[in-house]
């Protein structure tokens, strides 16, 4: 785990250069979700005046986009005033390598459990 895999983290200063713990600051994006980086969010729909429907976050262990969906199996996504903050109620499970992703205030922790899987999407 020597090696950084998003190369243009530690050009921004929000975020630390090792997040395992404490947690990163998400990054509310409007790129296209094939396009996100670790530790970036999309809302969707993009415009904030319509229905919240979810956000496309990228999983910062694996790369892999998963779609958290309001409202979807008991996860509720909260809304603060500034566009990455963030909050959802139950750790988002990454779809490829299982990862939990825990997002409290636009703050994105990650917590590995017995699920995981040791992959590597992109
Ligand atoms: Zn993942």
Known sequence: MQTDPWGEVDADPRRGSDASDAGVK?????KRPCNLKGGEVRRVSQNR??????????CRRCGFVVLAINGHEGLAVTEGTEPDDITFSQPLR???CRVLMHVSHGQLRL??????RSVRYR
Not at 26 to 30: D, G, H, K, M, Q
Not at 49 to 58: A, D, E, P, Q, S
Not at 111 to 116: I, L, P, R, W, Y
């Open 94 to 96: 990454c779809t490829y």
């Open 111 to 116: 917590e590995e459990d017995a699920h995981v």
């Open 26 to 30: 998400l990054v509310a994006t409007s």
């Open 49 to 58: 005046n319509n229905l919240l429907i979810g956000y496309h976050v990228c």
